[in-house]
């Protein structure tokens, strides 16, 4: 669980390379700068820890590429407080990031295993969601909901209503929706029925798991 001084010179580089991307929340490339995202990867990928792409993780998932994790973060806009959920908790890389932004995070994991990892690991880093949950993330989590924003770290063949159901007046939801390729999606809810639809262009992930049981 080292983060040495080299890790966070090579942290500055990637911030410097998601900067030169297009991100410029100040607030998100400051927590990329100080996430070691090293500590959440295998040893035998630790050389590639600091370059922008995804990296595969157990349970064939991937942890996501940094600038994909700013993107969408940045299309949150988040303010410290706001109740965030997260669909896919992965790695927890993402997680991470909600938390030093000063999110209550809420994040939802389909794959056992790494749900019982991610669990364990995030709190020893100091990274405390207000509640890691093993389930379905197509239904969301109707009993905390209505959330501020909430993030889909999958490829999602479609919207699932569930999610926009359980966003606040004015939330945000931040979810690639596509089958092989899909388009970043950003609705923002206006009222009761009414949400406001934005594209961004074209990014991978992995499937979004409906549960099957």
């Given amino acids: 669980m080292k983060?040495?001084?080299?890790h966070k010179g090579l942290r500055q580089q990637l911030v410097n390379v998601v900067k030169g991307k297009g991100i410029t929340d100040e607030?998100?490339?400051k927590a990329i700068g100080n996430i070691p995202r090293h500590l959440f990867m295998d040893s035998g990928f630790l050389d590639h820890a600091y370059q922008d792409?995804?990296?595969?993780?157990?349970?064939?998932?991937?942890?996501?590429?940094?600038?994909?994790?700013?993107?969408?973060?940045?299309?949150?806009?988040?303010?410290?407080?706001d109740k965030i959920l997260e669909i896919g908790t992965?790695?927890?890389y993402q997680t991470a990031v909600l938390c030093e932004l000063g999110a209550r995070v809420y994040s939802i994991e389909r794959q056992n295993e790494l749900f019982?990892?991610?669990?364990?690991?995030l709190p020893k880093l100091g990274y405390r969601a207000k509640k890691l949950i093993f389930g379905d993330g197509y239904i969301g989590l109707e009993e905390e909901a209505p959330f501020d924003g909430i993030i889909v770290t999958a490829?999602?063949?479609f919207v699932p209503k569930p999610l926009l159901s359980q966003l606040k007046i004015g939330g945000r939801l931040v979810i690639p929706v596509g089958d092989d390729v899909q388009t970043m999606t950003l609705f923002i809810r206006k009222g009761p029925k009414k949400f406001e639809q934005h594209d961004y262009g074209e990014f991978r992930f992995v499937p979004l798991l409906e549960d099957k049981n």
């Avoid at 983060?3 to 080299?6: H, N, W």
């Avoid at 792409?53 to 806009?77: C, G, R, Y």
């Fill in 116 to 121: 019982k990892k991610t669990s364990k690991f």
């Fill in 27 to 29: 607030k998100v490339l």
């Fill in 53 to 81: 792409k995804a990296f595969p993780i157990a349970a064939d998932q991937t942890i996501s590429q940094p600038f994909t994790v700013a993107f969408q973060t940045e299309l949150l806009q988040i303010k410290p407080n």
């Fill in 155 to 157: 490829g999602a063949p």
């Fill in 90 to 92: 992965g790695s927890g």
């Fill in 3 to 6: 983060d040495t001084f080299k």
